[in-house]
Nanobody, 115 residues
Framework: QVQLVESGGDLVQAGGSLRLSCAAS????????MGWYRQAPGKQRDFVAG???????RYEDSVKGRFTISRDNAKNTVSLQMNSLKPEDTAVYYC?????????WGQGTQVTVSS
């Protein structure tokens, strides 16, 4: 059973930075891709950033240039460096890992950006 555990969420002022981390355990096969989604109150869960095993990255438009995703394949971890945070970045951030044949999710970590 694959388990994902996130950490790093916090309350920060606008313009500040946070680093989220996610560690996967119980992985019997290679993880194809890992990344982050977020869900603000009353809204759907939206894609934020993803990274493949080869290191190819993809970002949601509103975070490009501010967020950087990285991954350690040997340790099955993924991180999200978030800079220049804005109040609209406030959400619960969920880590995901795609391991054939399914996608696994973490429990979420709260990021709150005050204005």
């Amino acid at each position: 059973q694959v388990q994902l555990v996130e950490s790093g969420g916090d309350l920060v002022q606008a313009g500040g930075s946070l680093r989220l981390s996610c560690a996967a355990s119980g992985v019997a096969f290679s993880i194809n891709s890992m990344g982050w989604y977020r869900q603000a109150p009353g809204k759907q869960r939206d894609f934020v950033a993803g990274i493949t095993t080869a290191g190819t990255t993809r970002y949601e438009d509103s975070v490009k240039g501010r967020f950087t995703i990285s991954r350690d394949n040997a340790k099955n971890t993924v991180s999200l460096q978030m800079n220049s945070l804005k109040p609209e970045d406030t959400a619960v951030y969920y880590c995901y890992a795609y391991v054939v044949p399914g996608t696994y999710w973490g429990q979420g970590t709260q990021v709150t950006v005050s204005s």
